[in-house]
Nanobody, 123 residues
Framework: QVQLVESGGGLVQPGESLRLSCVVS????????MYWYRQAPGNQREVVAG???????NYADSVKGRFTISRDNVERTVYLQMSSLKPEDTAAYYC?????????????????WGQGTQVTVSS
């Protein structure tokens, strides 16, 4: 059983930054390709960014240049550094293991979802 615990969300003003963390614990022997997803009220969950075990990354066009995904394989933690936040970034953010190849930003999610962390961008 694998558990995903996201943290780091909060209420910020437009233009500010946040750093999200996702700790992977449980029976997974290692953390493979990981993704950050988000879901705004009334919308479907969407892929924000992905990172392979070797550090190859890809981003949704809506966040490219503003968000940075990274990982610490020893600590089994995946991060999402979010800068220049916009009101449209407001959503619950989740992490999960997904497709091995990040190029297509597949919405596939392998583990059970964690509780997520809420990001609200508002003036």
């Amino acid at each position: 059983q694998v558990q995903l615990v996201e943290s780091g969300g909060g209420l910020v003003q437009p233009g500010e930054s946040l750093r999200l963390s996702c700790v992977v614990s449980g029976s997974a022997s290692s953390i493979s390709t990981m993704y950050w997803y988000r879901q705004a009220p009334g919308n479907q969950r969407e892929v924000v960014a992905g990172i392979t075990s070797g550090g190859i990354t890809n981003y949704a066009d809506s966040v490219k240049g503003r968000f940075t995904i990274s990982r610490d394989n020893v600590e089994r933690t995946v991060y999402l550094q979010m800068s220049s936040l916009k009101p449209e970034d407001t959503a619950a953010y989740y992490c999960n293991r997904g497709a091995t190849d990040v190029r297509n930003l597949s919405p596939l999610a392998i583990y059970s979802w964690g509780q997520g962390t809420q990001v609200t961008v508002s003036s």
